[in-house]
Nanobody
Framework: QVQLVESGGGLVQAGGSLRLSCVAS????????MGWFRQALGAKREFVAA????????WSADSVKGRFTISRDNAKNTVYLQMNSLKPEDTAVYSC????????????????????WGQGTQVTVSS
């Protein structure tokens, strides 16, 4: 019953920035644990970043390097993914996901943890 709608994708040049948004409805957003995943053409879905309902953050190697930042605004029922210094290899469909189940530092980055998924938004980075 939780619905997720992503927006903010598009075509950018290498080195550019995008901010993805995911708006949730159908439940109490403050109770959701939220994640961002991406899937490039011909590749498996991979974890990007996540933020729990308590504010705990988990990030991929790119996020650790500081290129990507996840945040949430409970007043707007929205989770964001700020992407800077984009590279062609970042090209993928980016999807947000939600679960009301408890999470920990291990399972928060696992696809199977999440019960609800958005339709995805395409990010294309040109060289």
């Amino acid at each position: 019953q939780v619905q997720l709608v992503e927006s903010g994708g598009g075509l950018v040049q290498a080195g550019g920035s995008l901010r993805l948004s995911c708006v949730a409805s159908g439940g109490t957003f403050s109770s959701y644990n939220m994640g961002w995943f991406r899937q490039a053409l011909g590749a498996k879905r991979e974890f990007v970043a996540a933020i729990s309902r308590s504010g705990f953050r988990r990030w991929s190697a790119d996020s650790v390097k500081g290129r990507f930042t996840i945040s949430r605004d409970n007043a707007k029922n929205t989770v964001y993914l700020q992407m800077n210094s984009l590279k062609p290899e970042d090209t993928a469909v980016y999807s947000c996901a939600a679960t009301t189940n408890p999470v920990n530092s291990e399972i928060i980055e696992i696809t199977e943890t999440y019960d609800y998924w958005g339709q995805g938004t395409q990010v294309t980075v040109s060289s």
